[in-house]
């Protein structure tokens, strides 16, 4: 039930109680008030037919009286007038007229008990009220009752009945109540109609209150109130509507904003309170994702956390991503849905030979390809059905990375939703996997001979702790080369610095030719390298510092002044059998280079613990 309905029931019940109260009352009130002066009548009646009596009974006329109760029965609004004799009165004077004589209840009573008794009689047709009044012997005053009556004080010498129609009493009286009552009833339904009046203002204000409300809970503040009333309620009204004038206001702010934020567009439709709140919650995760992968170790720590938001929080089963080398124009796959060192599976291998082959990374710019089949001719479905889309994540300005999201036709819809989503959460992680790059990058400087590109000394220290563990872990030997450049000074001083800077280029492209990408290439000083032959015995390692030594003295180089040909001399020693400690190896195998080189140069020696003097200077 509605307010206004709930108030009208309630005012309507109370109007209804107080008119039948009012009218019940009026009704007794009436009643009381008839009774009470129908009392006094018929008071005044019986004294006035005393009177008479006693005057009749003076002037000795008391043979009349039947002819003075008569003329009292005409008497407007009295009925009957009767005397009755008392039991003395009948025994000195005999019983009277035979309308003297007692036999009504009521008349017998006052003669008995000397009380008067009034009594209101229905009968058929008329209602009757009866008054029976003593008439007692007194010897006070004129006349004295005991001149007469021989009878002691206080005796009762009759009474007097007298019946009184209530009939018009009753008949005005309900035209009273009636009146009464119709007075009332047309106050309260005046009453009735001023409370619905004033209560309609109030009503439609709290209709309107709870559809606004309705409204603005589905994120609608558009919904305005009228203001019908300049009281109380007129100004709950004004309140509302420039309480849903700043909601709407700031919400749209709110929403513009965040959708400039997210860089994407928030259509007007659904609910805009909720759509606004959940894209907040969602720049707040991206805020946290970003402070948490700021504190990752490495890029891998950062992709692999990329990896558990699109399938963890977006439930994205099928999704590659792609790193960028810029400097090669090729593509890496790092994580295929969400597996790490997988090959390519929705895109052409081409891309990662030639990064320009993709859409994405050619144009830094978003490719939705749903509803566009074909948009990128890279893109390799696994399924009739099957699109993507592809995000850039921009380092430098440019696409660093690339995130492909593959989709069935079913999921196309939902894709679209939370693409938006993941775009922030990629904005966010671009800086920061850009400062990882930079900071491998400074790292992988720090750590490399700038002429040459092979690591440098300072990598070897940091590198001892993990090769040596790992040799250990396995069981496993490796071999360690130490080469150095025959005569090399002659070189500087012959044919000058840039001859000798690319006599040690040259060289240390035929070092990288001739071991495996597990293996460490190491400028160790000016012309001497080292290598680490990883799980590499020194029979093998032999081998492959003989063939590095034969590539050497035929490799010829070309210089200004000529072509140049230079020879190599190598140390091999092997961890553990030499020794089981990495530099004590190193020492070893410097043992053998130094063998090498007192022994004719342009040669391979392995050592063998007769060439370690310990009193020696090497």
Known sequence: MKLKDKILVFFVSILAVMVVVLTVFSALGFRRFSLYTTERHARSVAETVKVGLTESMINGTIDKRQQFLARLSTVPGVQQVRIARGPAVIKQFGPGLSAESAGNPGVDAVLATGREVFEVVETNDDMVFRAVIPY????????????????????????????????????????????????????????LVLLRRMMNPLSETAHAVQEVSSQAVGGNFAGRIRQRSTDEVGEIALNINNLMEFLEREITTIRTRVGQLMGHSVSDGGNQLVHTTEMVERLVEASQFKQAIEEDQSKLDIYQRLADMLQGKYDFKRFSIYEIAPSKNRMAPILIDGEAGAVCRYCDPQVTVDASFCRARRTGHEVNAVGFPGLCTMFRPAADGDSHICLPITQSGTAGCVVQIVVAADEAALALLMVPFVAVYLREAGPVLEAKRLMDHLRENALRDAMTGLYNRRFLEEYVSALVGGSQR????????????????????????????????TLADILVRNVRSSDVAVRYGGEEFLLVLVDTGAEAAMQVAEKIRGEVEGTKIPLPGGILQKTISIGVAEYPRDSDTFWQVVKFADVALYKAKSSGRNRVVRFVSEMWDADAHY
């Open 136 to 191: 007692i012997a007194s010897d006070q005053g004129l006349p004295n009752c005991l001149q007469c009556h021989t009878v002691s004080n206080g005796t009762v010498l009759g009474a007097v009945s007298i019946d009184i129609s209530l009939a018009e009493v009753r008949r005005q009286g309900i035209i009273a109540v009636v009146i009464v009552s119709l007075a009332v009833f047309a106050a309260a339904l005046i009453a």
């Open 474 to 505: 396995r069981k496993s030997a490796f071999s360690v080369l130490m080469l150095d450049l025959d005569f090399f000074k002659q070189v500087n001083d012959t044919h000058g610095h840039e001859a000798g800077d690319k006599i040690i280029k």
